[in-house]
């Protein structure tokens, strides 16, 4: 087995928050196992450290398994989208599917389509997929899937949870309310009981609303544990 690599300047990490496979994965939507698969395929990764005892994520290989996430969602192929990795990255060696200029291309509306490059204003490459024949619906931007982190991933976009950031300067990049310096976890435990819950509402000023948005991060995060 090789050695384990710190592959990125300790320094340059701590600005862009580090990630244990399991808080990556709750981020993106999924098990730290499956994030663990995802950089076995090479679809992601790990890029702060490799190897034993665990990967360690950073802010943006977490913003790249939410666009893996997304893409399964749409219906892609762990395949399709190695594919579309391979044919970029030697270009753009870090974090292609945020840097390149990668899109979707459909035939029509419910069409799963391929994942493209744009090459000028108005050309498109196919680099992966089952698309064939004329593009009729230009490729999508990827920023849906990208900005999801900043509003607290996966998680809370589904859970439609208006309170939740994830902000690489502040906490470590830990889930956090928004606008506060207050640890999604934290808020968690401290909620777990009414006197805990009255604490945080009367004493420190948290609105329930945002204890309710940590709560259910918090759960939904177990969950996929």
Same mark, same amino acid.
Request: without cysteine; negative net charge.
């Given at each position: 087995?090789? +050695?384990?690599?710190?592959?990125? +300047?300790?320094?340059? *990490?701590? @600005?862009?928050?580090?990630?244990?496979?399991?808080?990556?994965? &709750? /981020?993106?939507?999924?098990?730290? $196992? @499956?994030?663990?698969? %995802?950089?076995?395929?090479?679809?992601? @990764? +790990?890029?702060?450290?490799?190897? $034993?005892?665990?990967?360690?994520?950073?802010?943006?290989?977490? &913003?790249?398994?939410?666009?893996? =996430?997304?893409?399964?969602?749409?219906?892609?192929?762990?395949?399709?989208? #190695?594919?579309?990795?391979?044919? *970029?990255?030697?270009?753009?060696? =870090?974090? +292609?599917?945020?840097?390149?200029?990668?899109?979707?291309?459909?035939?029509? !509306?419910?069409?799963?389509?391929?994942? !493209?490059?744009?090459?000028?204003?108005?050309?498109?490459?196919? !680099?992966?997929?089952? &698309? @064939?024949?004329? !593009?009729?619906?230009?490729?999508?931007?990827?920023?849906?899937?990208?900005?999801? /982190? $900043?509003?607290?991933? %996966?998680?809370?976009?589904?859970?439609?949870?208006?309170?939740?950031?994830?902000?690489?300067?502040?906490?470590?990049?830990?889930?956090?309310?928004?606008? #506060? $310096?207050?640890?999604?976890?934290?808020?968690? =435990? /401290?909620?777990?009981?009414?006197?805990?819950?009255?604490?945080?509402?009367?004493?420190?000023?948290?609105?329930?609303?945002?204890?309710?948005?940590? *709560?259910? %991060?918090?759960? &939904?995060?177990?969950?996929?544990?």
């Amino acid at each position: 087995m090789p +050695p384990a690599v710190l592959k990125t +300047p300790v320094d340059d *990490v701590l @600005t862009l928050g580090v990630y244990l496979p399991r808080r990556a994965g &709750a /981020l993106a939507g999924v098990s730290g $196992r @499956t994030v663990g698969q %995802w950089a076995r395929r090479g679809l992601v @990764t +790990p890029s702060a450290y490799e190897g $034993r005892p665990a990967n360690l994520y950073t802010y943006f290989d977490v &913003a790249e398994a939410i666009v893996v =996430r997304w893409l399964l969602h749409e219906g892609f192929e762990h395949r399709a989208i #190695r594919e579309a990795l391979d044919a *970029v990255r030697g270009e753009f060696p =870090r974090w +292609p599917l945020l840097n390149a200029p990668l899109g979707i291309a459909r035939q029509s !509306v419910g069409d799963k389509g391929a994942l !493209v490059r744009r090459e000028g204003r108005d050309v498109y490459v196919e !680099v992966s997929g089952s &698309a @064939t024949g004329q !593009v009729v619906i230009k490729p999508q931007l990827l920023d849906q899937a990208r900005d999801m /982190l $900043r509003h607290g991933g %996966w998680i809370a976009s589904a859970l439609h949870l208006q309170h939740i950031e994830v902000d690489p300067l502040k906490l470590g990049g830990q889930p956090s309310l928004k606008g #506060r $310096r207050w640890a999604v976890d934290h808020v968690s =435990r /401290l909620a777990d009981d009414d006197e805990g819950r009255a604490i945080l509402v009367g004493d420190y000023g948290l609105a329930d609303e945002e204890v309710d948005d940590a *709560v259910a %991060w918090s759960d &939904a995060a177990e969950a996929l544990a």
